[in-house]
Nanobody, 126 residues
Framework: VQLQASGGGLVQAGGSLRLSCAAD????????MGWFRQALGKEREFVAV????????YYADSVKGRFTISRDNAKNTVYLQMNSLTPEDTAVYYC????????????????????WGQGTLVTVSS
């Protein structure tokens, strides 16, 4: 199973970017796919995830109302639309997937995910 993240780049504060994560292979049977991010010198943190079946979404409080996660089942791809970006959003963004059913309380844990993409850098200038 491979996850390929793309869409990062440099944007000014207040701007927008859309990240994509394309999955192949067994990820067709994933329960959830989503995004984490890691800023320089900080721990990797949860951003957002979506259940593959049903499309239920979950967000970190820091991005709620600004970021939107969505999926395209036919393309096995998950998107993260990021609006109203701030310098605090600067980080490497990683997509992640879990094939087994996961309970809500475990969604925000890095250890819950089986597969990770290579990361894409998002830089927001002030």
């Amino acid at each position: 199973v491979q996850l390929q993240a793309s869409g990062g780049g440099l944007v000014q504060a207040g701007g927008s970017l859309r990240l994509s994560c394309a999955a192949d292979g067994r990820t067709l049977s994933s329960d959830v796919m989503g995004w984490f991010r890691q800023a320089l010198g900080k721990e990797r943190e949860f951003v957002a995830v979506i259940r593959w079946n049903g499309g239920i979404t979950y967000y970190a409080d820091s991005v709620k109302g600004r970021f939107t996660i969505s999926r395209d089942n036919a393309k096995n791809t998950v998107y993260l639309q990021m609006n109203s970006l701030t310098p605090e959003d600067t980080a490497v963004y990683y997509c992640a997937a879990r094939t087994r059913r996961i309970i809500v309380s475990a969604l925000r844990l890095r250890s819950s995910y089986d597969y990770w993409g290579q990361g894409t850098l998002v830089t927001v200038s002030s």
